[in-house]
């Protein structure tokens, strides 16, 4: 739920982008900045609106490394000191086929209901079994480090090579790196809301600090959410608790992009 919530930026965004005269697939990618998942909001406009592919990488990249600037005034304003130091309750143990079950219904839960997420969904969830499965423990540490090296090295080219001077510096440019901010920020104050909501249900037993967690910046987010957490309780221990919304913030931001794919490609 947390997970969801936090995917609002997104869609408000995209009717803020069309009342700027954005087009509805070029609206819907800079939508998808406020998932805060980079390689979703590349797989997105390389689809819908190439474009624009430059200004949205670079926009959605710098959001996604200023998490730690952009976060903590709005998780601080939108709860009160008390709520802030609201102590959770340790997590029960996961077994491991809870662990290599759920990647496998994910992804068929996924290509049948929303095809257009599928690869995006697929790759996350095959790593996540490669990695729980425990049985390839070389393919894991290539997959984990080289390739993932190797991978970010090219997909920094690529978008480089896309952000030239002449698709680069223009107005249309502004208007995405506004609309960016605006879109993490309110995915960020949505997630926090709920997290309140939850919080005022269960009686004081969920911190709302953990629906921050709900953007896709993994781990990052989550990090912010245990930072903040102790610096008004030492003793508390929010990160794992925040890993939750975090991931779930991934799967969010993926089905959204599935969404706007089935409707606009």
Do not use: C
């Amino acid at each position: 739920l947390l997970g969801a919530a936090a995917q609002l930026g997104i869609f408000v965004t995209f009717f803020g982008a069309i009342f700027l005269g954005f087009t509805g697939p070029e609206a819907a990618s800079i939508g998808i900045i406020g998932g805060a998942d980079g390689p979703t909001a590349l797989l997105l406009t390389s689809q819908l609106a190439p474009n624009l592919l430059g200004a949205i990488a670079i926009a959605a990249y710098s959001y996604m490394a200023l998490v730690p600037v952009i976060q903590p005034p709005i998780m601080k304003a939108l709860t009160t000191e008390e709520e802030r130091k609201i102590k959770m309750e340790q997590l029960r143990p996961v077994s491991k086929t809870e662990k290599i079950v759920f990647p496998v219904i994910v992804t068929i839960f996924t290509v049948l209901l929303l095809p257009d997420a599928a690869p995006l969904i697929g790759m996350l969830m095959l790593g996540n079994l490669v990695k729980e499965a425990g049985i390839v423990p070389h393919l894991v540490d290539a997959l984990q480090n080289s390739l993932m090296y190797i991978i970010s090295i090219f997909l920094g080219m690529t978008v480089g090579a896309k952000a030239s001077a002449e698709m680069f510096l223009r107005a249309e440019t502004i208007k995405i790196i506004v609309l960016g901010v605006i879109a993490f920020s309110m995915g960020t104050a949505g997630g926090v809301l709920l997290g309140k909501l939850m919080s005022k249900l269960d009686g004081g037993k969920t911190n709302p600090l953990i629906g921050a967690a709900g953007v896709s910046a993994v781990p990052m987010a989550a990090r912010v959410v245990q930072k903040e957490g102790q610096k008004y309780n030492p003793s508390n221990f929010l990160l794992m608790h925040a890993m939750g919304p975090n991931v779930a913030g991934v799967i969010g931001s993926a089905v959204a992009a599935g969404m706007l794919l089935l409707f606009f490609k």
